[in-house]
């Protein structure tokens, strides 16, 4: 753009962002622009002007929140845009929230919360005040503006730990907050009250309630408030109140969509559910009323798709009242069984018509909705949890009365199977409701019922379903649901054979069967063998001769669709490609060619509008696994398919891939064979990747940091004779300045002083330690003093004339800063942190550098002598640590299978979804010395070989360390 003070061409690109013709330019323009200063306000100012289309409007405040997300403040709580914006920001925002439509106060609403959590509330302490000193006794549209912006501040203390500082913020807020808002939600019920007839004016007085609760629930959920604990009853008795609450004239035509009053009521279940949780003491006087409008409640709300939330969240407040045993007394005769089975769990376990619908117009919802517990806000799913929490409670009497249900239903459909199939879904339901002992985790169930058969159930009421070509689809796919959840409950030989027929069903019509097929078939290949819980219990040679079936199957499936959007919504599919590839192994390697050209073709078509996340991640974990699984004879041969389709996603900057380009670009070179020199690609590579703009991207660190260091460890001297040794050594100085990613900087910084000839880094070695000690006195951590000692020892082990580090290399590097000051390092910083480097590879290098530092270095034994016996203690130390015994490097297969089980963390976003296919070996620096007792040989060979030349400091040593030295050299 021209100039951010030119609002007319700003908005112009914010409207141009929504074209995908013209949305990649538009992009580049307006993050090309963003440092200026006054752009978050022009941006603020064509988000209030009514004179732009909503579009522009909408895309400002999109743009804006994502601004503030990338530049608000750095790590270190740094303003990245100038003081002046930042105290107009402030001082504008509350006000324009509250005047917008809510469309754009979601946006803004989260662009707060961002600021909040950075600044509230030590840099923006009148943000309260300010907020209070709006609210208005008549204008309910300002009133509700208000609760927006504080529901967007005070929603994060959600799923915050308890800590000192979290609770100062929420007690400095209570002081203020508290008697405006109890006066707030007394002025709007009497509001309520005088409009009983005004439809006008109940609607967003409803809104105000909506967001009234909400914030109740936030100012809750942490601790209860004293105010909210002396003022119980008044404010539960409206609580209460609204829960009951029933007007005709906010009733909703549309069966869909909740309306006002489902709104109120769901969020007031879930506000009391918490009380039940968290403060059931104090809540308990209050409970029984609670629970029984909640029972009529349940008993005579109509099925309609409106109330799915309402029924939900209010049968989670029964289950969370039925996990105190005293409470759950309430439910535990027969009869009150019965009536909770009929008159609750039955009503919503059964299948509805727009169960149905959705099963046939959006299949992929359905099965989002439906398993793997994603569907929390279903009748289904609360309705089976509510009924599991009474069968723990009293499993004998709850299983006896749900049977007898169970075989009822499992009758009427053997009665006629074509008319009555729904009868047999709630039965397959009702039984795996009770079924289940405790709760379902990704690993599938642990322990089931004692009291029923679940494989005799498989068997006479599953496993046909599976084999008749008739069967209803929805009943096809309860019975590979029943498979995926007591997966665990099969013998091997039931699975395998289930396997086949599971495979069979990639060629159904039906997209969920096909779907449920994939996700069951993925979940087998991670079930463990139950008394080795690092090996799998199916290997290789269990899916070696059906491997290509379906891995092709699956690919066609893919590849259905017409859109990029369409390809990748299905990531459970891709999801099982992955699984598949990873548990075959090499024995793919036959016709991977063909399995790596669908794989780049997929990454081209999704690249054009990414819009999954977990579709992409699976897809690049899928190329991770068959480059991994290559032998090296294969090494290379997939680099003509992949690399012309990376290399168009760094042109393309698809932001949303280029992490995993980076990874997947290091792993294809780390195959490489060792004589193989640099390839083309990566020398071109090479300057562009250390592009200081690649690098403000948190989401590229660590994946830029590794192909650096793997381009290292294969040339080093492209880097000397292009002249950028300077510029790589920007890189660290510019990861070393961040507490974030500082760690990355000498992870780099270790490769570069391996690989890099000493001579071609001698001019630089002096300004390298001073940014080291700088940082140690302005900014120490403890993850920078762990990554100092890392260093010096890593520097020390390396031996050779060819590598010219060694221990006076280490101990003299920071000399070159300052005269005497290695000294002080070694004893302050390095000495003290060996204890707490953790990893087994991390205390050998420990180990030798120390050894080496203590028994080779002359500069040490002279200039540092005072240094020696506490170094000498600690090498003992940490040569008798258990860490230290057995091999050092975690398996690759294992670490590569023993992955993904945290779906919800897989996002585009800030940071990179680290890819498990791709093995991240940490550096090595004497590989030759093995871990384990070979260290203690090493060791023992350096005391041997250097010992006379320390024996007076030897002799200084505590008893302990003078006997393990006799030992260790005697054992050497």
């Known amino acids: 753009m021209a100039s951010v003070n030119d609002i007319q061409t700003l908005a112009q690109l914010l409207q141009s962002s929504l074209n995908p013709s013209t949305a990649k330019q538009a992009e580049q323009s307006l993050r090309a622009s963003e440092g200026q200063p006054g752009f978050s306000i022009l941006l603020l100012q064509i988000v209030a002007s009514d004179q732009f289309h909503q579009t522009s409007r909408l895309a400002s405040a999109l743009f804006f929140k994502n601004f503030i997300r990338r530049k608000w403040t750095d790590e270190d709580g740094n303003y990245r845009i100038p003081e002046s914006d930042v105290a107009s920001v402030k001082n504008e925002i509350v006000g324009l929230m509250i005047s917008l439509p809510h469309s754009l106060q979601v946006q803004l609403g989260e662009a ?10 030590d840099k923006w302490d009148y943000l309260i005040d300010d907020l209070i000193s709006r609210l208005s006794p008549t204008d309910v549209y300002v009133n509700n503006g208000v609760l927006q912006v504080a529901h967007s501040i005070f929603k994060r203390w959600r799923p915050l730990f308890r800590s000192d500082p979290l609770f100062l913020e929420i007690g400095l807020v209570l002081s203020k907050f508290c008697v405006p808002f109890m ?88 506000l009391i559910e918490l009380y039940t949780q968290r ?44 996990k105190s045993p005293e409470r759950a007394q309430a ?23 727009s169960d149905e619908e959705l099963f046939e117009d959006d299949p992929i919802e359905y099965t989002r909705r439906d398993l793997e517990r994603s569907d929390s806000d279903t009748r289904r799913r609360a309705a089976t949890d509510f009924l599991s929490e009474l069968k723990e409670r009293y499993e004998g009497l709850v299983t006896e009365v749900v049977m007898i249900y169970v075989q009822h239903y499992l009758g009427q459909y053997n009665s006629n199977r074509a008319q009555n199939w729904r009868e047999k879904d709630t039965a397959v339901y009702l039984f795996s409701s009770i079924a289940v002992k405790g709760t379902i985790t990704a690993a599938g169930v642990s322990a089931t019922n004692m009291l029923l058969d679940v494989v005799q159930f498989f068997s006479e009421n599953i496993a046909p379903d599976l084999f008749t070509a008739d069967t209803h689809p929805i009943l096809k796919v309860d019975a590979i649901r029943f ?38 078939i993925e979940r087998i290949l991670f079930i463990r063998q139950p008394s080795q819980l690092n090996t799998f219990l ?42 598949v590839l990873l548990t075959a192994k090499e024995s793919v390697v036959p016709y991977s060619d063909a399995i790596v050209q669908r794989l780049a073709n997929l990454v081209k078509v999704t690249s054009m509008n990414p819009s999954n996340p977990k579709f992409s991640h699976y897809m690049f974990e899928s190329i991770g696994a068959v ?26 900057d698809v932001a949303e891939f280029v992490p995993y380009v980076f990874q997947l670009l290091s792993q294809m070179l780390d195959v490489l064979p060792s004589g193989v020199s640099l390839p083309e690609t990566y020398v071109q590579l090479v300057r562009p990747i250390l592009s200081p703009s690649l690098w403000e991207s948190k989401g590229n660190v660590q994946a830029l940091t590794r192909l650096l260091q793997s381009i290292l460890s294969r040339d080093s001297s492209i880097f000397v004779s292009a002249g ?27 490769s570069i002083f391996l690989y890099v000839p000493i001579g071609d880094l001698a001019k630089y070695t002096r300004q390298i330690a001073t940014l080291i000690l700088q940082r140690l006195q302005s900014s120490r951590t403890e993850k920078l003093v762990l990554r100092v000692a890392h260093l010096v020892y890593f520097l020390a082990a390396v031996a050779g004339p060819t590598k010219q580090l060694g221990p006076e290399f280490a101990i003299g590097l920071f000399d070159q800063a300052q005269p005497g000051i290695a000294g002080e390092v070694f004893g302050q910083f390095v000495v003290p942190a060996t204890v707490r480097l953790h990893t087994p590879l991390d205390k050998k290098i420990a180990a030798v550098g120390l050894v080496r530092i203590l028994f080779e270095s002359n500069k040490f034994r002279t200039s540092y002598s005072a240094k020696w016996v506490s170094g000498a203690v600690q090498l003992v130390s940490t040569l008798q640590s258990d860490s230290l015994v057995g091999a050092f490097e975690t398996s690759a297969a294992a670490a590569a299978e023993d992955m993904l089980e945290a779906d919800e963390e897989i996002g585009f976003g800030a940071t990179v979804s680290k890819l498990s296919s791709v093995v991240w070996r940490p550096v090595d620096p004497v590989p030759e010395v093995v871990a384990g007792d070979k260290v203690k040989k090493f060791v023992g060979g350096e005391i041997n070989r250097f010992g006379g030349n320390v024996q007076g400091l030897v002799a200084q040593a505590p008893e302990e360390v003078r006997s393990a030295f006799a030992t260790y050299g005697r054992d050497a």
Not at 543 to 567: C, D, H, W, Y
């Open 183 to 270: 006066s707030l939600f007394e002025q709007t019920d009497r509001m309520i009250d005088e409009n009983q007839s005004n439809k006008a004016a109940l609607e967003p007085l409803f809104g105000t309630l909506i967001l009234i609760f909400k914030l109740y629930y936030d100012l809750n959920c942490q601790d209860i408030p004293e105010f909210f604990e002396d003022n119980m009853k008044p404010l539960m008795g409206l609580v209460h109140k609204y829960l009951q609450y029933s007007n005709p004239l906010l009733a909703t035509d549309d069966d869909d969509e909740p309306g006002p009053q489902e709104l109120v009521k769901s969020s007031i279940c879930e």
């Open 724 to 750: 950028l040794i300077e510029a790589l050594l920007g890189v660290f100085q510019k990861l070393l300045s961040s507490r974030v990613n500082d760690h990355f900087g000498f992870e780099l910084l270790e």
């Open 483 to 520: 498979i995926h959840t007591f997966r665990n409950q099969l013998t091997k030989a039931q699975l395998a054979e289930t396997f086949s027929v599971l495979s069979s069903m990639f060629q159904s019509t039906d997209y969920v069967v096909y779907t449920y097929a994939a996700i069951t």
């Open 627 to 652: 480059i991994k699984s290559a032998p090296a004879s294969n090494a290379g041969s997939y680099d003509g398919v992949l690399i012309p389709v990376f290399l168009n996603i760094l042109g393309q």
């Open 112 to 121: 707060i919360s961002i600021m909040a959590d950075s600044d509230f509330p």
């Open 538 to 579: 199916f290997g290789k040679d269990d899916i070696s001769p059906v491997a290509e079936q379906v891995i092709m199957n699956l690919f066609r499936l893919i590849e259905k669709g017409q859109t990029p959007e369409k390809v990748a919504e299905n990531e459970f599919l891709m999801r099982c490609i992955m699984r």
């Open 279 to 322: 403060y059931g003491e104090v809540f308990q006087p209050l409970l029984p009323g609670f629970i029984e409008t909640t029972w009529t409640l349940l008993t005579t709300t109509g099925p309609e798709p409106k109330y799915d939330v309402l029924i939900s969240k209010a049968l989670s407040f029964l289950t969370t009242v039925t």
């Open 331 to 353: 439910f535990s005769s027969r009869e009150i069984l019965q009536q909770i089975v009929e008159k609750i769990v039955l009503p919503n376990m059964t299948l509805r018509t």
